[in-house]
Nanobody, 115 residues
């Protein structure tokens, strides 16, 4: 009942763009802080960006100027616009929604950037 689902990943050439989606259900999404994380094979899961219910955003330094996080509360959806893709952006991208004392995670969507 309570879940988040990511989509929008794919295989893209370096320099291209993707738009990732995170759809939330069973939760009052507009009242929750939501974030994007990513995990490359064999590496830890790293923070990418976050957005508060009021729309305040923050980003990890490596994606500033290329990634944009946004939300559409009417549709219970969060977005990550990714521009100027680099091979080092290749990872599984995860949606994380603040849920009281815990965090609600999606299953991830694969982003692969070819050189």
């Amino acid at each position: 009942q309570v879940q988040v689902v990511e989509s929008g990943g794919g295989l893209v050439q370096a320099g291209g763009s993707l738009r990732l989606f995170c759809a939330a259900s069973g939760i009052i999404f507009r009242m929750r802080t939501a974030s994007w994380y990513r995990q490359a094979p064999g590496k830890q899961r790293d923070f990418v960006a976050t957005i508060t219910p009021g729309g305040t955003t923050s980003y990890t330094d490596s994606v500033k100027g290329r990634f944009t996080i946004s939300r559409d509360n009417a549709n219970n959806t969060m977005y990550l616009q990714i521009n100027s893709l680099k091979p080092e952006d290749t990872a599984v991208y995860y949606c994380a929604v603040n849920y009281g004392t815990t965090t609600l995670w999606g299953q991830g969507t694969q982003v692969t950037v070819s050189s």
